[in-house]
């Protein structure tokens, strides 16, 4: 299930194999995704959720930003999924 902060595989299109963060949920198909880096949060790639895999992690850093402002920073992003593929080694 999407939710805001967390961690997805991207399957298919220009970034398939990256890893991104959910920061908006458009509807029950399309989620808005953003990395930091290639992908950043002023312009967030909308992204249908069949085209994502979820990972168990949801960045709570992320999520308590969004709660709070209604953004987050890219460093934010960067970091959380850096951490994120460091602790599963790839």
């Known amino acids: 299930m ?21 920061i908006g949920i458009v509807d029950d198909r399309f989620v808005l995704i953003a990395d930091g880096d290639k992908r950043r949060f002023d312009q967030p790639k909308k992204k249908n959720a069949v085209h994502l895999l979820m990972q168990p992690v949801v960045s709570h850093e992320v999520t308590d930003s969004m709660r709070e402002t209604g953004r987050v920073t890219n460093a934010k992003l960067r970091f959380a999924i850096q951490k994120y593929v460091q602790a599963k080694g790839e």
Not at 2 to 22: H, M, N, Q, S, T
């Open 2 to 22: 999407p939710e805001i902060g967390r961690i997805v595989k991207v399957l298919r299109g220009k970034d398939e194999g990256d890893y991104a963060i959910i």
